[in-house]
């Protein structure tokens, strides 16, 4: 069965065909190889196509409409065409002061047609017919051959902080063509000296360049620090075809990496991945750049950090090869920038295998992100919501909303919250009808703030139980997230005991102290829709570790009769922790810690 590439290459199959000797059987293929490529857009349901060809050294770029007739824009190449000429021919007698050209002196117009399957394409044909795959476009003597919606990267850059040991991921977009499929190829500097330096002399083409490694990501050695990296690629399609390679250079050399990180002695544990009917989750807290990079956090909250290490690059370094070490199915991630997300994890992780969704709040830049290996699980839905808009909107939660709305300064705070749920319904791939419901959050920060939690609680728990019941009956709830809740708090009371009394002191919390307000007057007996949840990575003595505070905020609920804990991830050694006082440090990206466990599937 012929596949498309080799119907594109029948017209040159038939010219072979027609042959007569060896020596015109040369001069095909030479004829075949020694064409300019002439490069075609054309997507259906796009109303324009793009034309791309070198024409005399430049470079030039036609859009045209996709239902105009041929002849339109081959007249306007031959315009195109013959203007260069004449430009051409009046700058050779400017330099040689030569008299201007009489008036019907004006170049012959220059021949412009297509051709498919050795044929002329009529004029009338309309372009988005005309412009096939294979065909030959002649411009005068030169010849193009068109190659309709080749494999290209729209995007593709390197990052611009390079550390010895730790990956380094390009961000990568290709259209018409499959990222598993493209070629990588990695080089160095062949020594460091010989770049060219800033505003001198030299050119980029001029450094010696070694090549180092293969495949999409690469990770420098010691042996490359101080020097800059390549990167060539080569795009490809499904049918073999490939697309013009793209040569990308790194902005700075490779510099020496921290050297033992906090999480190196768990990648020990986490070194394969998983297969059914175990799953890996990862729940962490990377600390947003937009809350790492404030004075408070610098000068009150991390004193004790170098300000290096408070960089997002330099830390995007360390969250992107502590992450790809622990092999996960499914990772839950909180404090995710939205920049970050888009340009720098989504290109790593999916490099390692991984796709994610994004949930920002409203009105901020960070949010939840949730990733899951797809060789394991392809995402069937989302039901992604603002616990506060979900609060005063949804029928569900009208007698919460009711209860609460007795004390109107608890009601506004609450509703001023901009704390998101993420939730998302997963299928196992080699289990048919085998799903999962992940739910990611991150409750509200303030210590004095346990009823604003418990009220995000009551409603993320009652959603999950509608969006479980209504779209995957019986799948298992895995919840991950900041739950900024102490073990002793209300909110572990009522996810792992299935219930909570009115007189939990939670519902006595204060408001924040610079808002001056009294206790709140609401308290009410709350119960959850789901049995009693277990915490699968159990007591811990703390998830969050500052100058100021240490305690377990974090937590991954499981339902027992779904799930069992097959293994926990040890924690990092205290001594590691505290090696630089606290975190985040040179050796750890976030003042979080990451929680990695291994569940089973209970048939």
């Not at 888009?342 to 920002?360: E, H, I, N, R």
Request: net charge neutral.
């Amino acid at each position: 069965m012929f596949n498309k590439l080799t119907v594109a290459l029948l017209p040159f199959y038939r010219r072979l065909l027609s042959v007569s000797s060896p020596a015109a059987l040369t001069r095909e293929f030479r004829h075949l190889g020694s064409m300019e490529p002439a490069a075609v857009r054309c997507v259906a349901g796009e109303p324009k196509l793009t034309i791309s060809f070198c024409l005399d050294g430049s470079q030039k770029h036609m859009q045209r409409e996709q239902d105009e007739p041929l002849g339109k824009v081959l007249s306007r190449i031959a315009c195109t065409l013959a203007k260069g000429k004449t430009k051409a021919k009046k700058a050779k007698r400017n330099a040689r002061q030569e008299q201007p050209a009489a008036a019907g002196d004006n170049p012959e117009p220059a021949v412009v047609k297509l051709f498919v399957d050795d044929g002329e394409v009529p004029e009338t044909v309309l372009n988005a017919e005309a412009w096939r795959d294979g065909a030959v476009l002649q411009l005068g003597d030169v010849r193009y051959l068109v190659r309709r919606n080749e494999p290209i990267f729209t995007t593709a850059e390197l990052p611009v902080s390079l550390l010895a040991g730790f990956p380094v991921c390009p961000k990568l977009e290709v259209e018409f063509g499959e990222l598993d499929l493209c070629d990588f190829t990695w080089y160095k500097e062949q020594s460091p000296n010989s770049s060219p330096k800033a505003g001198g002399e030299g050119r980029a083409q001029d450094v010696a360049w070694i090549q180092v490694g293969r495949g999409r990501v690469y990770v420098p050695s010691n042996q490359d620090i101080g020097c800059k990296l390549k990167l060539r690629c080569t795009p490809k399609d499904g049918l073999g075809r490939n697309g013009r390679p793209l040569e990308l250079l790194s902005a700075s050399g490779v510099e020496a990496g921290p050297g033992a990180c906090t999480f190196d002695e768990r990648h020990m544990y986490t070194a394969k991945e998983t297969a059914w009917p175990l799953l890996r989750v990862v729940s962490y807290n990377i600390l947003a750049d937009i809350y790492a990079q404030t004075e408070l956090s610098k000068t009150v909250l991390y004193p004790y950090c170098a300000p290096y290490a408070l960089q997002l690059d330099y830390r995007q370094n360390l969250i992107k090869k502590e992450l790809a070490g622990y092999h996960a199915d499914v990772i839950c991630l909180q404090e995710v920038d939205k920049g970050v997300f888009l340009d720098s994890l989504t290109p790593a992780l999916d490099a390692f295998g991984l796709d994610g969704v994004f949930k920002v709040k409203e009105k901020q830049h960070e949010g939840l992100a949730t990733f899951y290996r797809r060789t394991r699980f392809k995402l069937l839905s989302r039901h992604d919501i603002t616990l506060s808009e979900a609060l005063t909107s949804d029928p569900d939660h009208a007698e919460l909303l009711e209860k609460i709305s007795a004390d109107e300064a608890l009601r506004d705070k609450i509703v001023k919250r901009a704390t998101a749920l993420q939730v998302s319904v997963l299928e196992d791939l080699h289990r048919a009808g085998r799903k999962i419901c992940v739910a990611n959050t991150h409750l509200y920060w303030h210590p004095q703030g346990g009823n604003v939690r418990l009220v995000q609680m009551a409603v993320a728990l009652r959603h999950l139980s509608r969006v479980i019941g209504e779209v995957a009956p019986e799948a298992p709830l895995v919840f991950c997230g900041d739950f900024n809740s102490s073990q002793s708090s209300g909110v572990l009371q009522l996810v792992t005991e299935s219930s909570l009394p009115r007189q939990h002191a939670d519902w006595s919390s204060s408001r924040p102290r610079e808002e001056d307000s009294p206790s709140s007057s609401v308290a009410m007996d709350l119960f959850s829709p789901f049995p009693s949840l277990f915490s699968a990575c159990g007591p811990l003595a703390y998830t969050n570790y500052v100058g100021g505070f240490q305690g377990c905020l974090d937590y991954i609920f499981i339902q027992p009769e779904c799930m069992r804990v097959e293994q926990v991830i040890p924690m990092p050694d205290h001594h590691l922790i505290t090696t630089y006082i606290a975190l985040p440090s040179v050796a750890h990206p976030s003042d979080h810690i990451a929680l990695v466990c291994d569940l089973r599937w209970e048939p």
